[in-house]
């Protein structure tokens, strides 16, 4: 009985996702009922549908009220968008649904944001206030601390992944779905729920009345991703952050520059491997189920400009902000000084959806002063971002990735003081004479490190040969490798639960 109060409570402490054994026995749950239901769309969708919602009740608590909030709001504005005769009234309801989105996505991310911006621009006081906990209270007469406003996990992705079924309606891309249940699907499917890929509906939707179809190239694809992605999560992403980036960064001026160094370099893998690790299990579950998403990632520190970077990095979130945000800002069709502000603005209000903090809007403008600038040189140069030799291409891989390291500095730092002494220390004392010494100490972690890396560099070519490979190693000697590969896992895992960290935003 305890063990089922647990499972089907929620515990803050102890959210649903991908690394917990929880969430393998859930998807256990999910793979058993699902083979008697698979070839049957509407109870497939439907079963689907509910271990979502459960999904994220796991993850979120009773927040999962607000996902339900968002999804009856706007399936009902998608129709109505569709129904006006006017392209005014179209507009006003497209207002309307942002209004409703980004209100409340900006009351739960950026409520201090703007308190402490007020106070400091016009000496105004305003103390935000849970109303969420205050209702609460007021209905169930209990004592739930209304002063502190919690993010509800996922709400960046989910608010983005709606906003656009909307305005996809309002540019004639697609047409609403004909019931409430089916977008329901679409807006709360579990793999990529609470921390992307961002799905769009022209490429879900469609998938919804189609008939359950795997084929074993696709099976063996869908099982590499997912041991794929534990590796990345787990044995270098965890591994790597909670031994020594962690450490670098709570206090810069405890350690060398040298270290420092490390610990930027560090980051710039663990967040990858973090993320990225993600995405491959979630395209990977949802493709068991007969489902696919979109590649989200595309070994961005191959790239040779901060354009490129942009195709290869967070796919999903780069081509939303383009198509709408930036295009709908006028895209490159208002002049030059227009094109680079565009792509300014974008990439700070890109930041901004990170969280709301100073060091994200730095990180953002940083990135979108970078895009202009490169934009601004392809045109006086004319090359379109083609280097003329392979030398050429290994300097332009050179300067992005330490550009996007050096980014990277501000979106890690705890704040902008904190990134100030990991400069410091890299600039004023980097400890070259103890450089043998430190590589002595953290041989596994730099080891680990240049590993990741070194596969990370691996030509796409080499990658899809050892992936090939893997679908013709005999079932049982699979499952033999995913039994070590789980128990080396487990070997080197924390023993507290690392979320992933795409969950904070």
């Not at 953290?442 to 990741?452: C, H, N, R, T």
């Amino acid at each position: 009985m305890q063990f089922l109060r647990d499972f089907f409570g929620f515990d803050a402490q102890k959210p649903m996702i991908f690394t917990t054994s929880d969430f393998w026995l859930f998807f256990g749950f999910v793979l058993l009922v699902y083979q008697f239901i698979y070839q049957r769309n509407r109870a497939r969708n439907l079963f689907l549908l509910v271990c979502s919602i459960f999904f994220y009740y796991k993850s979120g608590g009773f927040f999962v009220l607000l996902l339900l909030f968002t999804t009856v709001a706007d399936y009902n504005l998608g129709w109505l968008v569709h129904r006006a005769r006017t392209k005014g009234q179209k507009q006003a309801l497209i207002v309307l649904s942002l209004v409703i989105n980004l209100g409340m996505l900006s009351y739960f991310k950026y409520s201090y944001f703007f308190a402490d911006l007020l106070q400091a621009v016009a000496g105004i006081h305003i103390q935000p206030v849970n109303y969420l906990a205050l209702w609460q209270n007021a209905f169930t007469g209990g004592s739930a601390d209304i002063s502190q406003i919690i993010l509800p996990v996922g709400i960046s992705f989910y608010t983005f992944q709606s906003i656009s079924y909307v305005i996809d309606i309002y540019r004639g891309e697609i047409k609403p779905v004909d019931n409430v249940w089916d977008f329901a699907f679409f807006v709360s499917f579990f793999p990529q729920l609470v921390a992307g890929p961002i799905v769009r509906a022209t490429d879900f939707v469609p998938q919804i009345d189609q008939p359950y179809r795997l084929s074993p190239v696709e099976f063996n694809h869908a099982l590499f991703l997912i041991v794929n992605g534990l590796v990345k999560k787990i044995l270098i992403s965890d591994y790597i952050s909670v031994n020594f980036v962690d450490r670098v960064f709570e206090s810069p001026v405890s350690y060398t520059g040298f270290e420092n160094l490390m610990a930027v370099y560090g980051y710039a893998i663990q967040i990858y491997c973090d993320f990225s690790g993600y995405t491959d299990i979630a395209i990977g579950v949802a493709l068991l189920l007969g489902f696919r998403l979109t590649i989200n990632f595309n070994s961005p520190y191959v790239s040779a400009n901060i354009t490129e970077f942009w195709r290869r990095w967070h796919i999903s979130l780069s081509t939303w902000l383009r198509d709408y945000l930036y295009i709908s800002l006028g895209g490159n069709r208002k002049g030059r000084v227009r094109t680079y502000l565009n792509l300014l603005i974008t990439m700070l209000l890109g930041g901004l959806w990170h969280g709301a903090h100073i060091k994200f809007i730095v990180w953002g403008g940083l990135h979108g002063a970078g895009l202009a600038l490169h934009k601004m040189w392809m045109e006086a140069t004319g090359k379109r971002g083609r280097e003329s030799t392979a030398l050429g291409r290994l300097a332009g891989q050179v300067f992005t990735f330490h550009f996007v390291a050096f980014c990277w500095i501000f979106f890690r730092a705890g704040s902008m003081d904190i990134a100030g002494q990991v400069l410091s220390q890299i600039g004023t004392k980097f400890g070259f004479a103890l450089i043998p010494r430190m590589l002595d100490a953290y041989a596994f972690i730099f080891g680990l490190m240049f590993l990741a890396y070194a596969l990370h560099w691996l030509p796409r070519r080499l990658k899809e040969q050892v992936e090939g490979s893997f679908y013709y190693v005999p079932d049982l000697a699979k499952a033999a490798l995913a039994v070590i590969v789980i128990l080396g896992l487990y070997q080197v895992k924390t023993a507290a639960v690392q979320p992933f960290i795409y969950f904070q935003f």
